[in-house]
Protein backbone atom coordinates (compact mmCIF):
# COMPACT_ATOMS: atom_id res chain seq x y z
CA UNK A 1 0.00 0.00 0.00
CA UNK A 2 1.08 3.31 -1.34
CA UNK A 3 1.72 6.16 1.81
CA UNK A 4 -1.39 8.47 2.23
CA UNK A 5 -0.13 12.11 3.42
CA UNK A 6 -3.21 13.75 5.32
CA UNK A 7 -3.12 17.10 6.34
CA UNK A 8 -4.91 18.35 10.02
CA UNK A 9 -5.65 21.98 9.93
CA UNK A 10 -6.09 23.75 13.65
CA UNK A 11 -4.55 25.38 16.09
CA UNK A 12 -2.25 24.04 19.50
CA UNK A 13 -2.11 25.86 23.16
CA UNK A 14 -0.20 25.78 25.72
CA UNK A 15 -2.18 23.47 28.23
CA UNK A 16 -2.40 24.60 31.80
CA UNK A 17 -3.50 21.10 34.12
CA UNK A 18 -4.41 21.16 37.78
CA UNK A 19 -6.16 23.86 40.63
CA UNK A 20 -5.81 27.02 40.14
CA UNK A 21 -2.83 28.34 43.37
CA UNK A 22 -2.44 24.71 43.56
CA UNK A 23 -0.73 21.86 41.91
CA UNK A 24 -0.59 22.00 38.20
CA UNK A 25 0.90 20.66 34.99
CA UNK A 26 2.29 22.41 31.54
CA UNK A 27 1.84 20.80 28.63
CA UNK A 28 0.07 21.48 24.59
CA UNK A 29 -3.19 20.55 23.24
CA UNK A 30 -5.42 21.32 20.80
CA UNK A 31 -8.35 19.47 19.62
CA UNK A 32 -7.03 19.11 15.74
CA UNK A 33 -3.06 18.50 17.20
CA UNK A 34 -4.23 16.37 19.61
CA UNK A 35 -5.69 14.00 16.41
CA UNK A 36 -2.79 14.29 15.02
CA UNK A 37 -0.45 12.97 17.80
CA UNK A 38 -2.66 10.03 17.91
CA UNK A 39 -3.38 9.63 14.23
CA UNK A 40 1.01 9.55 13.86
CA UNK A 41 0.76 6.94 16.53
CA UNK A 42 -1.75 5.14 15.10
CA UNK A 43 -0.82 5.09 11.27
CA UNK A 44 2.26 3.33 11.12
CA UNK A 45 5.01 3.91 8.33
CA UNK A 46 2.17 4.27 6.09
CA UNK A 47 1.14 7.99 6.92
CA UNK A 48 2.54 11.00 6.25
CA UNK A 49 0.27 13.46 9.08
CA UNK A 50 1.08 17.01 8.52
CA UNK A 51 -0.09 19.36 10.87
CA UNK A 52 -1.23 22.98 9.72
CA UNK A 53 -1.19 26.04 11.61
CA UNK A 54 0.54 28.90 12.76
CA UNK A 55 2.48 29.61 16.31
CA UNK A 56 4.92 32.04 17.48
CA UNK A 57 8.57 32.70 17.42
CA UNK A 58 8.88 32.06 21.24
CA UNK A 59 10.59 29.28 23.44
CA UNK A 60 6.80 27.72 24.17
CA UNK A 61 6.23 27.92 20.23
CA UNK A 62 9.88 26.33 19.98
CA UNK A 63 8.92 23.30 22.13
CA UNK A 64 6.54 22.88 21.04
CA UNK A 65 7.57 21.93 17.14
CA UNK A 66 10.35 19.90 18.60
CA UNK A 67 8.03 17.60 20.42
CA UNK A 68 5.60 17.42 17.59
CA UNK A 69 8.31 16.51 15.65
CA UNK A 70 9.45 13.52 18.52
CA UNK A 71 5.54 12.30 17.88
CA UNK A 72 6.74 12.22 13.90
CA UNK A 73 4.69 14.58 12.47
CA UNK A 74 5.30 16.24 9.95
CA UNK A 75 5.54 20.30 10.80
CA UNK A 76 6.40 21.56 7.21
CA UNK A 77 3.20 23.44 6.86
CA UNK A 78 3.79 25.20 10.77
CA UNK A 79 4.23 28.72 10.13
CA UNK A 80 6.47 31.11 11.66
CA UNK A 81 4.61 34.52 12.97
CA UNK A 82 7.00 36.89 14.62
CA UNK A 83 3.93 39.10 16.37
CA UNK A 84 1.71 36.19 17.61
CA UNK A 85 2.24 33.68 20.62
CA UNK A 86 0.13 30.31 21.29
CA UNK A 87 -2.99 30.68 22.92
CA UNK A 88 -3.34 29.32 25.91
CA UNK A 89 -6.02 27.24 28.39
CA UNK A 90 -6.30 25.74 31.43
CA UNK A 91 -8.56 22.36 32.17
CA UNK A 92 -9.91 21.89 35.65
CA UNK A 93 -10.98 18.20 36.76
CA UNK A 94 -13.92 17.08 38.59
CA UNK A 95 -14.14 14.09 40.95
CA UNK A 96 -15.39 12.00 37.83
CA UNK A 97 -12.68 12.97 35.63
CA UNK A 98 -14.97 15.63 33.40
CA UNK A 99 -13.22 18.84 32.53
CA UNK A 100 -14.15 22.51 32.79
CA UNK A 101 -11.85 24.41 30.56
CA UNK A 102 -10.60 28.69 30.66
CA UNK A 103 -8.98 29.78 27.22
CA UNK A 104 -6.80 32.67 26.02
CA UNK A 105 -6.95 32.57 22.54
CA UNK A 106 -8.35 35.38 20.76
CA UNK A 107 -5.25 36.95 19.35
CA UNK A 108 -3.01 33.89 18.95
CA UNK A 109 -1.09 33.07 15.75
CA UNK A 110 -3.22 30.31 14.91
CA UNK A 111 -6.03 32.77 14.44
CA UNK A 112 -4.02 34.75 11.71
CA UNK A 113 -2.71 31.69 10.10
CA UNK A 114 -4.53 32.67 6.19
CA UNK A 115 -2.91 36.11 6.94
CA UNK A 116 0.26 34.46 7.44
CA UNK A 117 2.18 36.01 3.97
CA UNK A 118 3.57 32.21 3.35
CA UNK A 119 0.25 30.78 3.46
CA UNK A 120 -0.60 30.56 -0.11
CA UNK A 121 2.80 28.36 -0.13
CA UNK A 122 1.03 26.30 2.65
CA UNK A 123 -2.59 26.76 0.05
CA UNK A 124 -0.12 25.13 -2.89
CA UNK A 125 1.04 22.33 -0.72
CA UNK A 126 -1.92 21.11 0.34
CA UNK A 127 -2.98 19.75 -3.18
CA UNK A 128 -0.25 17.11 -2.65
CA UNK A 129 -2.18 15.87 -0.16
CA UNK A 130 -4.69 12.75 -0.05
CA UNK A 131 -7.03 13.98 2.66
CA UNK A 132 -7.51 16.78 4.71
CA UNK A 133 -8.81 16.96 8.53
CA UNK A 134 -10.33 19.89 10.62
CA UNK A 135 -12.94 20.54 12.95
CA UNK A 136 -15.79 23.05 13.98
CA UNK A 137 -12.88 24.57 16.28
CA UNK A 138 -10.44 25.23 13.28
CA UNK A 139 -13.21 27.63 11.63
CA UNK A 140 -14.06 29.25 14.21
CA UNK A 141 -11.09 30.44 15.48
CA UNK A 142 -10.32 32.49 12.72
CA UNK A 143 -12.04 35.48 11.94
CA UNK A 144 -15.22 35.59 9.16
CA UNK A 145 -13.42 36.60 6.36
CA UNK A 146 -10.70 34.01 6.84
CA UNK A 147 -13.01 31.24 7.67
CA UNK A 148 -14.52 32.13 4.24
CA UNK A 149 -11.37 32.06 2.66
CA UNK A 150 -10.55 28.92 4.26
CA UNK A 151 -13.79 27.16 3.12
CA UNK A 152 -13.22 28.52 -0.61
CA UNK A 153 -10.00 26.81 -0.65
CA UNK A 154 -11.24 23.42 0.82
CA UNK A 155 -14.25 23.28 -1.49
CA UNK A 156 -11.52 23.49 -4.29
CA UNK A 157 -9.56 21.01 -2.62
CA UNK A 158 -12.40 19.02 -2.54
CA UNK A 159 -13.27 19.40 -6.03
CA UNK A 160 -9.34 18.23 -6.69
CA UNK A 161 -10.60 14.29 -5.02
CA UNK A 162 -9.12 15.18 -1.53
CA UNK A 163 -10.77 13.38 1.08
CA UNK A 164 -12.26 15.81 3.50
CA UNK A 165 -12.68 14.94 7.62
CA UNK A 166 -14.61 17.11 9.59
CA UNK A 167 -15.66 16.92 13.18
CA UNK A 168 -18.16 19.65 13.68
CA UNK A 169 -17.00 20.05 17.66
CA UNK A 170 -19.14 22.62 18.05
CA UNK A 171 -18.54 24.64 21.19
CA UNK A 172 -20.97 28.07 21.63
CA UNK A 173 -18.36 29.92 23.21
CA UNK A 174 -16.30 30.33 19.99
CA UNK A 175 -19.16 31.86 18.21
CA UNK A 176 -21.02 35.06 17.88
CA UNK A 177 -24.60 33.21 17.47
CA UNK A 178 -25.76 29.86 16.72
CA UNK A 179 -26.85 31.18 13.34
CA UNK A 180 -23.11 32.18 12.48
CA UNK A 181 -22.26 28.54 13.22
CA UNK A 182 -25.14 26.78 11.93
CA UNK A 183 -24.21 28.57 8.43
CA UNK A 184 -20.74 27.83 8.45
CA UNK A 185 -21.47 24.40 9.30
CA UNK A 186 -23.76 23.69 6.00
CA UNK A 187 -20.65 25.08 4.23
CA UNK A 188 -18.60 22.56 5.40
CA UNK A 189 -21.03 19.84 5.13
CA UNK A 190 -21.64 19.98 1.82
CA UNK A 191 -18.01 18.86 1.34
CA UNK A 192 -17.24 16.81 3.99
CA UNK A 193 -16.66 13.07 2.71
CA UNK A 194 -17.14 11.93 6.34
CA UNK A 195 -18.03 13.56 9.35
CA UNK A 196 -16.92 12.61 13.08
CA UNK A 197 -19.45 14.37 14.91
CA UNK A 198 -21.12 13.57 18.71
CA UNK A 199 -24.67 13.46 19.69
CA UNK A 200 -24.50 16.04 22.08
CA UNK A 201 -23.16 18.88 19.82
CA UNK A 202 -25.49 17.59 16.77
CA UNK A 203 -28.64 18.01 19.23
CA UNK A 204 -27.22 21.51 20.83
CA UNK A 205 -26.57 22.94 17.59
CA UNK A 206 -29.41 21.78 15.02
CA UNK A 207 -31.87 20.62 17.96
CA UNK A 208 -32.23 17.03 16.63
CA UNK A 209 -33.89 14.30 18.90
CA UNK A 210 -32.22 10.74 17.69
CA UNK A 211 -29.02 9.74 16.10
CA UNK A 212 -31.74 8.96 13.21
CA UNK A 213 -32.18 12.27 12.53
CA UNK A 214 -28.61 13.73 12.86
CA UNK A 215 -28.06 10.99 9.92
CA UNK A 216 -30.97 12.60 7.87
CA UNK A 217 -30.22 15.85 8.76
CA UNK A 218 -26.29 15.06 7.84
CA UNK A 219 -27.57 13.40 4.51
CA UNK A 220 -29.40 16.40 3.37
CA UNK A 221 -26.38 18.73 3.91
CA UNK A 222 -24.34 16.45 1.26
CA UNK A 223 -22.51 14.48 3.64
CA UNK A 224 -20.83 11.42 2.41
CA UNK A 225 -20.51 9.20 5.37
CA UNK A 226 -21.29 9.60 9.02
CA UNK A 227 -19.96 8.66 12.18
CA UNK A 228 -21.97 10.30 15.54
CA UNK A 229 -20.33 9.62 18.43
CA UNK A 230 -22.15 8.56 21.42
CA UNK A 231 -20.67 8.17 24.71
CA UNK A 232 -21.58 4.84 26.27
CA UNK A 233 -23.56 3.62 23.52
CA UNK A 234 -20.40 3.84 21.17
CA UNK A 235 -20.87 5.29 18.06
CA UNK A 236 -22.73 4.88 14.92
CA UNK A 237 -22.26 4.77 11.34
CA UNK A 238 -24.15 5.12 8.09
CA UNK A 239 -23.20 5.34 4.66
CA UNK A 240 -25.28 8.45 3.60
CA UNK A 241 -24.64 8.23 -0.25
CA UNK A 242 -26.41 4.92 -0.53
CA UNK A 243 -29.40 3.25 1.29
CA UNK A 244 -26.96 1.38 4.14
CA UNK A 245 -28.12 0.57 7.51
CA UNK A 246 -26.98 2.14 10.55
CA UNK A 247 -24.10 -0.13 11.92
CA UNK A 248 -23.47 0.55 15.62
CA UNK A 249 -20.28 -0.22 17.16
CA UNK A 250 -20.40 -0.62 20.72
CA UNK A 251 -17.63 -0.32 23.28
CA UNK A 252 -16.83 -1.64 26.73
CA UNK A 253 -16.24 0.92 29.75
CA UNK A 254 -12.90 1.25 31.53
CA UNK A 255 -11.69 2.18 34.79
CA UNK A 256 -10.61 4.34 36.52
CA UNK A 257 -11.92 6.88 34.14
CA UNK A 258 -9.28 10.13 35.10
CA UNK A 259 -9.88 12.74 32.33
CA UNK A 260 -11.77 12.60 28.94
CA UNK A 261 -10.02 15.53 27.64
CA UNK A 262 -9.45 14.45 23.97
CA UNK A 263 -11.50 11.13 24.13
CA UNK A 264 -13.28 12.31 21.06
CA UNK A 265 -9.61 13.11 19.46
CA UNK A 266 -7.83 10.20 20.23
CA UNK A 267 -11.17 8.35 18.66
CA UNK A 268 -11.00 10.25 15.17
CA UNK A 269 -7.33 9.32 15.06
CA UNK A 270 -7.76 5.72 15.28
CA UNK A 271 -10.78 5.55 13.38
CA UNK A 272 -8.77 7.64 10.46
CA UNK A 273 -5.62 5.43 11.09
CA UNK A 274 -7.94 2.31 10.57
CA UNK A 275 -9.66 3.42 7.35
CA UNK A 276 -6.67 5.05 5.53
CA UNK A 277 -4.37 1.48 6.28
CA UNK A 278 -7.48 -0.55 4.91
CA UNK A 279 -9.27 -1.64 7.67
CA UNK A 280 -13.37 -1.85 7.65
CA UNK A 281 -15.18 0.94 8.89
CA UNK A 282 -16.08 -1.69 11.83
CA UNK A 283 -12.88 -2.38 12.91
CA UNK A 284 -12.02 1.36 12.18
CA UNK A 285 -13.97 2.60 14.67
CA UNK A 286 -13.27 -0.02 17.22
CA UNK A 287 -9.70 1.38 17.26
CA UNK A 288 -11.30 4.35 18.33
CA UNK A 289 -12.95 3.50 21.25
CA UNK A 290 -10.05 1.34 22.13
CA UNK A 291 -7.28 4.13 21.49
CA UNK A 292 -9.92 7.09 23.47
CA UNK A 293 -9.97 4.21 26.27
CA UNK A 294 -6.19 4.06 26.72
CA UNK A 295 -6.14 7.98 26.88
CA UNK A 296 -8.69 8.86 28.79
CA UNK A 297 -7.22 6.77 31.82
CA UNK A 298 -4.48 9.40 31.92
CA UNK A 299 -4.21 12.85 33.01
CA UNK A 300 -4.03 15.63 30.11
CA UNK A 301 -4.60 15.76 26.27
CA UNK A 302 -1.79 14.40 25.00
CA UNK A 303 -0.78 10.93 27.14
CA UNK A 304 2.70 9.43 27.20
CA UNK A 305 3.51 7.06 23.81
CA UNK A 306 4.05 4.21 26.17
CA UNK A 307 0.72 4.51 27.34
CA UNK A 308 -0.94 3.76 23.61
CA UNK A 309 1.54 1.53 22.27
CA UNK A 310 0.04 -1.63 23.38
CA UNK A 311 -3.53 -1.39 21.81
CA UNK A 312 -2.33 0.05 18.65
CA UNK A 313 0.26 -2.97 18.00
CA UNK A 314 -3.00 -5.51 19.26
CA UNK A 315 -5.06 -3.76 16.44
CA UNK A 316 -2.66 -3.96 14.03
CA UNK A 317 -1.51 -6.96 14.70
CA UNK A 318 -4.72 -9.07 14.70
CA UNK A 319 -6.76 -10.18 11.91
CA UNK A 320 -9.55 -10.93 13.92
CA UNK A 321 -9.61 -7.40 15.80
CA UNK A 322 -13.91 -7.37 16.28
CA UNK A 323 -13.52 -10.89 18.00
CA UNK A 324 -9.89 -10.30 19.77
CA UNK A 325 -9.96 -7.21 21.16
CA UNK A 326 -14.14 -7.01 22.72
CA UNK A 327 -13.22 -9.53 25.18
CA UNK A 328 -10.14 -6.73 26.51
CA UNK A 329 -10.70 -5.26 30.00
CA UNK A 330 -8.90 -2.21 28.71
CA UNK A 331 -10.16 -2.31 25.13
CA UNK A 332 -12.91 0.57 24.75
CA UNK A 333 -14.04 3.99 25.70
CA UNK A 334 -17.09 6.35 25.71
CA UNK A 335 -15.81 8.90 23.00
CA UNK A 336 -17.13 12.16 23.70
Same mark, same amino acid.
Given at each position: ???????????????????????????????????????????????????????????????????????????????????????????????????????????????????????????????????????????????????????????????? /?? @? $???????? &????????? *? %??????????????????????????????????????????????????????????????????????????????????????????????????????????????? /?? @? $???????? &????????? *? %???????????????????????
Amino acid at each position: MQMRKIALIGECMIELNGIPFGAMTQSYGGDVLNSAVYLTRAGGDMLDVHFVTAVGTDALSEGMISRWQQEGINTALVLRDNVHQPGLYLIQLDEKGERTFLYWRNNSAARYLLRHSDYPIVRQQLQNMDALYLSGISLAVLPEDDRQLLLMDLKQLSSE /GK @V $IFFDSNYR &PALWEKDAQ *A %RECYQQMYAITDIALVTDDDEASLWGDMSIEESFHRLKRMGVKQAIIKAGERGCFYRDLSGCDATQQIEIQPVKPVVDTTSAGDAFNAGFIAGLLNGKSVHDSALMGHQLA /GV @V $IQHKGAIV &PQAATQGVI *A %RFFNSNEIGEDENARDDGTSASD
